[in-house]
């Protein structure tokens, strides 16, 4: 099986960004013919005409990127399915764009074995759709008392480690997991949250003070993501802060980079483009933690996506179903799903030239691989994982017609511009509009 | 005016004349409760229901009167009789109340923003009897019918409430009810008690009581509560007294016709002295004889009183 991708804007930051051919040859990529190398103009079908593909991709006017991956997502299954399943969960991912996603621990049972890793990698790999990789717990059922079999853990396939959805409290239990996992290579994944300081369930501020909600201040995030600078600066064993949504901390990670800490860090799509008085009063579609902060972390977010400071956008993909988000807004679950809006809310901050494109495909594909060790790119002899995005088309994201199973979602019904048309796995279309 | 709203949900989407106009009607409907037959016959085939999600004896009863001196059918159904709720989502409970077809539904709920999410669901006008630390609408304007009656306006006056602001939901209504209606509200208790940013609602704070009672014309107190454990805000009950306690001596600070008000259950000894509760300034028990002709107009004015009112 051949496939030629044809007259894309093929753009692989650091590497490659003009107009260009590429020839997939089962799950390679084979060829990438520049047209400015082959007079274009003169002879634009010569790579066609010479090796007969099976199947031809029009790029004209699109831009070809190496696979997108969302390193941070919640599958729920095993134990939630009637929130979201593997396979609905892989669906809503190749709609959105994504050719590999990792999946959180915290199912039911745990992802704290052998058993539950292999399981996932399992039922995903039936689909031969996105590459589904697992995220173990750094602690037994992520409760925080004892590190989990890190060497069985990566000889089943896990990808990284976190208790995401909980903080690690236990500083010496995180100094340790840090040190034991280094021989392994397997990145900590640090949910950052002060429990003692995060009972509330929106940002602390006068929009919660307004609404009588109990508050989360900024310092519940930042005091701990400094603890896990200090904690990697002390073992030398790098460290990956999840969701970052605060100034502070967003702060404490650029100092902590400049003096050559090995420290990375995610934010999500709703941190760069919400704030906690942007949504309506008491809707559970915008509760998700950490809470949506102030206008001035918001724009500390996206100065922080400018100038490294945050490697990489992640959806934090949690669906919950209408028995966890119908309910009054204290008790409601934590959490909004993602993937399908992930792409198309980070191109605005490319309309709006807060990010060149380099930048966002940076972010959104090679920054998420490179921090768990994992190839990217699109190179010849590399695995044709690849994304198609139409930059200029227009789209109303329903989540009613999404393909996740849940749906809870402040952008339920929010237009966009530019869009995933394709998504290619390992030379197979796995998804097209 | 004529009445239009359907719900009163909090003092925020209340307008000055909106306020004005339920504070007159409530003012009308006082004469009622002092007649030898204290019932009218204006909601007679009105079905009111009292759905108490949380321990409530003064609001629920104030409610149950007022409804009933009007003639509606009421009927009450509280946490503990209650199997709507448990295990069902919001909308479950909204379309099992609307079911019963009810034309007004008194919401008292522990979370904050219940009544909201429910009164955007159904069909019954909903009124807010008090939502986790959100909103008490009702206390609100009875507040200000009692201020009213002694002072004759509201516009100006200075106002001080002192104590738990962050868990108080009556601070919250009267900060934005009193502010709209013109008075310079300040709040005094101690900073962990002060919420962030409560001054976006329209008052000031301190931490010094006598700042905040200096030449007022209203002092609210509010309940300190002793059943807030686990996440002790005060060392001791005996420092929050003698810090924030309202004493005859404190009281000298504020106006010589300065009233005291309080929404009750008092502690007597803590944040409030005893012969400040029952001395000449206190307009304590006013407000809960207010509180029933308040909800007397808020039932009348929202099941269509308003628009029969204003054709007459």
Not at chain 1, 281 to 306: F, I, W
Not at chain 2, 268 to 284: C, F, M, N, Q, T
């Amino acid at each position: 099986m051949r496939t030629l991708i044809k007259n894309g804007t093929v753009i692989d930051p650091g590497h490659i960004h003009e107009i260009a051919d590429i020839l997939i040859e089962g799950s390679i990529v084979t060829r990438i013919d520049k047209h400015a190398d082959m007079g274009r103009l003169t002879a634009p079908d010569t790579t066609e005409s010479r090796i007969q593909p099976d199947h031809v991709i029009d790029a004209a006017g699109l831009w070809v990127v190496p696979g997108l991956m969302d390193m941070h997502v919640h599958l729920r299954e095993p134990g939630e399915e009637y929130k979201e399943t593997i396979a609905s969960g892989i669906s809503a991912a190749a709609a959105g764009g994504f050719t590999r996603i990792c999946c959180m621990p915290n199912t039911r049972p745990v992802n704290d074995n052998r058993q539950i890793t292999e399981f996932i990698i399992h039922e995903s790999q039936k689909l031969a759709s996105v590459r589904v990789l697992p995220v173990a717990a750094i602690s037994k059922n992520l409760e925080g008392i004892e590190i989990c079999e890190y060497g069985e853990l990566m000889d089943a396939g896990a990808v990284a480690l976190s208790d995401d959805g909980r903080p690690l409290v236990d500083s010496l239990l995180m100094r340790r997991a840090l040190e034991y996992s280094k021989s392994m290579g397997l990145r900590i994944i640090s949910h950052c949250e002060e429990p003692t300081l995060a009972k509330g369930v929106m940002n602390e501020g006068p929009a919660a003070t307004a609404k009588g909600l109990s508050g989360i201040p900024n310092a519940a995030e930042s005091i701990m993501v400094m603890r896990d600078i200090a904690l990697s600066e002390l073992t030398g064993v790098p460290v990956h802060i999840a969701h970052v949504s605060a100034l502070e901390s967003i702060r404490a990670i650029r100092d902590a980079k400049a003096r050559g800490v090995s420290v990375t860090a995610e934010t999500a799509p709703h941190y760069f483009t919400l704030t906690d008085t942007d949504v309506a009063a008491y809707d559970t579609h915008a509760k998700m933690n950490p809470p949506l902060r102030s206008e001035k972390d918001r724009d500390a977010v996206c100065q922080g996506l400018v100038d490294g400071t945050i490697d990489v956008i992640a959806s934090d993909h949690a669906p919950h179903s209408r028995l966890e988000k119908e309910v009054a807004f204290d008790a409601a679950a934590f959490g909004i799903i993602g993937l399908e809006t992930s792409l198309a809310l980070s191109l605005r901050l490319v309309i709006k030239k807060v990010l060149t494109i380099e930048q966002l495909i940076t972010k959104m594909a090679l920054n998420p691989a490179r921090i768990l060790g994992l190839p990217c790119g699109i190179s010849q002899g590399l695995s044709a994982d690849l994304t198609i995005i139409d930059p200029d088309m227009p789209h109303v994201y329903s989540a009613e017609t999404g393909f996740s199973k849940s749906r809870n979602t402040p952008f339920d019904g929010w237009k966009f511009t530019g869009r995933s048309v394709y998504t290619i796995v390992g030379g197979k279309i796995i998804f097209n509009l | 005016m004529a009445w239009s709203k359907k719900d009163i949900l909090d003092m925020e989407s209340l307008s000055v004349e909106e306020i004005s106009t339920i504070l007159d009607v409530a003012t009308g409907m006082k004469e009622i409760s002092e007649r030898p037959i204290k019932k009218v016959p204006t909601l007679r085939g009105k079905t009111v229901v009292l759905f108490f999600h949380e321990p409530s004896t003064r609001t629920r009863v104030s409610f149950d009167i007022a409804a009933k001196r009007l003639s509606a059918d009421v009927i009450a159904i509280s946490a503990g009789t209650s199997s709507l709720v448990k295990g069902e989502t919001l909308i479950d409970t909204a379309r099992n109340l609307q079911a019963m077809k009810p034309d007004i539904l008194v919401i008292r709920h522990g979370s904050s923003g219940v009544p909201s999410m429910l009164a955007g669901k159904i069909a019954a006008s909903v009124i807010n009897a008090g939502d986790g630390t959100h909103a008490h609408p009702t206390q609100a304007l009875l507040d200000m019918m009692t201020v009213m009656e002694r002072k004759g306006n509201l516009n100006g006056l200075k106002i001080a409430i002192v104590g738990d602001i962050a868990h108080s939901r009556v601070a919250r209504s009267n900060i934005v009810g009193f502010s709209r209606m013109g008075a310079k509200i300040r709040l005094a208790g101690p900073p962990t008690m002060m919420p962030r940013g409560i001054e976006s609602l329209g008052c000031c704070v301190t931490d010094v009581m006598d700042d905040a009672i200096a030449d007022a014309d209203v002092v609210m107190m509010l309940r300190i509560q002793k059943e807030r454990q686990g996440n002790p805000l005060i060392p001791s009950e005996r420092e929050y007294a003698k810090r924030y306690g309202l004493t005859l001596q404190r009281l000298k600070k504020a106006k010589p016709d300065a009233i005291i008000m309080h929404p009750g259950p008092m502690n007597r000894g803590v944040e409030i002295a005893p012969d400040v509760a029952d001395g000449p300034h206190a307009v304590i028990l006013d407000q809960v004889t207010n509180g029933v002709a308040l909800r007397m107009a808020l039932l009348f004015l929202l099941s269509g009183g308003g628009r029969d009112a204003d054709a007459h």
